[in-house]
């Protein structure tokens, strides 16, 4: 189960930090991935973390937005500067997990964590 917290409302020019924990019965997590979805519009990848911690970003947020993960924790963070008003969008986590007693990993998706930034 992934669970996304932190989320909130927040002024154009300040910052957030977003958490997703893994929890359950966890052999282990692969790749660790952030994505938004804005009212009306689509789901939009926002970036993905490795479990040895490389990081791709988005080019919308990069420069931006920092993605990082605790592994012994089983938590990735999504911390946010310099928000603007069309960053606000439902952020969701997702990650590729092996269960205990599984033979290979499979994608889970945790509930979203609504941003807001006002102009």
């Known amino acids: 189960q992934l669970q996304a917290s932190g989320g909130g409302l927040v002024q154009a020019g300040g910052s957030l930090r977003l958490s997703c924990a893994a929890s359950g019965p966890i052999f282990a997590i692969n790749t660790m991935d952030w994505h938004r979805q804005a009212p009306g519009k689509q789901r939009e990848w926002v970036g993905t973390?490795?479990?040895?911690?490389?990081?791709n970003y988005a080019d919308s947020v990069k420069g931006r937005f920092t993605i990082s993960r605790d592994n012994a924790k089983n938590t990735m963070y999504l911390q946010m500067e310099s928000l603007k008003p069309e960053d606000t969008a439902g952020y969701y986590c997702a990650a590729d997990i092996t269960v205990l007693g599984a033979t290979h990993y499979r994608g889970y998706w945790g509930q979203g964590t609504l941003v807001t930034v006002s102009s």
């Open positions: 973390v490795t479990r040895d911690g490389k990081v």
